[in-house]
């Protein structure tokens, strides 16, 4: 008896040709629908279902494989001789070869005012069924569910090459893209901020050469409706494929930068800022994110929130730099900078970070999901809890400091302007290294005089306050909290420096 394949795709590129290689090759089809019409237009010989199952679709197409015939015909093992005459006894074929592609739901609900009417509609429940009986019985039955799988088993088919081995391959294939699929619909019908399961998937962008060092393997995937403002986004103009690291650390800089809304610069290294300026033109903003730390910025990430201009170019170009992205480069910029070989060039329409986006972070065992750190404190957030008073400048530079100083590894502190880092202090096991190192990076700085400093959590004795007032900081912000601020607050009293809580703690592990 000639094998049997079932052909129902949603997507029908390239179904016609895969249909009249299966009859060369001896088998009878049997279809539904679209996929039926499809294939018999395209002259390919088919049978509908409603032939083999005696019973009409029905329910505007709901209905049609979900049938006894067609399941009992995928599911049966074939060395099972009790399954084998239940077959012959209510004459069932066996069905060998599964060919489904599912409803686009994906692409449904990316559309531009789809009704949750237009999206459930999408939701398949046949085809994921026959996919999930074939892989089931993938000892038996061969299963294919995407288009780029057709050549390979034709040619497999030919040199008598579909073994178990390959069989198996493809069901795994079907329960990741059915449980992908599946995931997709559990997160656009879920309403709770954290459901009792996790169900996200992710689509492979591509294998990387390597992870974040040249011994670990790597590959990137990408969430299958990205965030319009993620590296998803981005496209690359020029350069090296970007690593791992590259990925960590452009991905660090679009998150700061999204936090400015006049001309800005973010140079940054290993996940933290090495210097940002803000300004009303890019290339000082540019010249007050180099002027930050000259040193660290060789070899960073720069990311520019507006248009790069040919000033700006010239003074990039003239640096070792790993990846620079932008909304766009003017096309004399772009030359210059294009002269780098391995320089990562990249566009991405800028805007602000999903409010509602949320960070994955994995653990031995498991993970932890929590909401991005979106939170920008205004000077009206502020608390002065010291005697002296901030200026209207210093309050500007308390403002900058504490959108700065939330992008920093913790323990974190940053000595700032009103529009430029001087001095930031990564990382350090305790809050007075780190302001330490944040100072002596500032000091010998030209607008030093106008200094603050800002933390990410509170300080838990009056050391820190006491270090920055000997070396002549004016102005602190910092969440509070301690058990001891009022030492902190004493301190600040008694050295006449303006202390700001803000009540909102900023970590970054």
Not at 264 to 286: E, F, Q, R, Y
Request: hydrophobic share 40%; net charge negative.
């Amino acid at each position: 008896m000639a094998k049997l394949a079932l052909l129902s795709v949603s997507d029908k590129t390239g179904i016609v040709a895969f249909g009249s290689e299966l009859t060369k090759r001896g088998y009878d089809i049997i279809s539904t629908g679209g996929t039926l019409k499809t294939l018999v237009d395209g002259g390919v010989k088919a049978t509908s279902v409603e032939d083999v199952t005696g019973f009409p679709e029905m329910l505007d197409g709901r209905v049609k494989t979900l049938h006894p015939r067609i399941h009992a015909g995928i599911l049966a093992k074939r060395d099972n001789p009790e399954h084998m005459a239940k077959l012959k006894e209510n004459g069932i074929r066996p069905i060998d070869l599964i060919c489904v592609n599912l409803y686009p739901f994906k692409a449904t609900i990316q559309k531009d005012g789809v009704t949750d009417a237009e999206a459930i509609e999408q939701i398949d429940i046949g085809g994921p069924s026959m996919l999930r009986a074939a892989a089931k019985n993938f000892q038996d039955v061969t299963v294919i569910c995407e288009q780029a799988d057709y050549a390979e088993f034709l040619k497999r088919y030919d040199a008598d090459q579909v073994d178990r081995a390959y069989r198996r391959h493809l069901a795994a294939k079907v329960f990741r893209q059915t449980a992908a699929y599946d995931a997709l619909i559990a997160k656009y019908m879920t309403t709770e901020a954290y459901p009792e399961k996790l169900t996200l998937t992710y689509e492979k962008v591509e294998d990387m050469r390597y992870g974040e060092n040249s011994h670990q393997t790597a590959a990137y995937y990408k969430d299958p409706i990205p965030e319009d403002y993620s590296l998803a986004h981005a496209k690359q103009l020029h350069g090296k494929a970007l690593s791992y690291n590259n990925l960590r650390d452009a991905d660090a800089a679009l998150r700061m930068i999204a936090d400015f809304d006049k001309p800005a610069v973010v140079a940054l290294k290993h996940m933290n800022p090495c210097g940002i300026g803000v300004s009303d033109k890019l290339l000082t903003a540019w010249n007050l994110a180099y002027e930050s730390d000259p040193i660290s910025i060789f070899g960073g990430i720069i990311a520019l929130n507006r248009k790069v201009d040919l000033a700006t170019a010239k003074k990039m170009h003239a640096l070792f730099l790993e990846i620079i992205i932008a909304p766009a480069f003017d096309d004399d910029a772009y030359a210059i900078l294009a002269k780098k070989k391995n320089l990562r060039i990249m566009t991405l329409d800028f805007g602000k970070m999903n409010p509602d986006h949320k960070d994955l972070v994995t653990v031995l065992g498991g993970a932890l999901y929590q909401d991005a750190d979106t939170t920008h404190e205004t000077i009206s957030d502020f608390k002065v809890v010291s005697k002296a008073q901030p200026t209207e400048a210093q309050l500007r530079a308390l403002q900058f400091g504490q959108m700065v100083v939330k992008h920093v590894k913790s323990n974190a502190i940053v000595v700032t302007t009103a529009n430029q880092t001087l001095g930031v202090g990564a990382g350090q096991m305790n809050r007075i290294d780190s302001l330490k190192i944040a100072v002596d990076k500032a000091e010998d700085k030209a607008n030093y005089g106008n200094a603050i400093i800002a933390s990410d959590a509170f300080f838990p004795m009056d050391d820190c306050v006491e270090y920055a007032a000997k070396h002549n900081i004016k102005a602190i912000v910092e969440p509070g909290g301690s058990i001891r601020d009022q030492d902190s607050i004493d301190k600040a009293d008694e050295y006449g420096v303006a202390l700001v809580f803000t009540g909102v703690r900023h970590f970054k592990h």
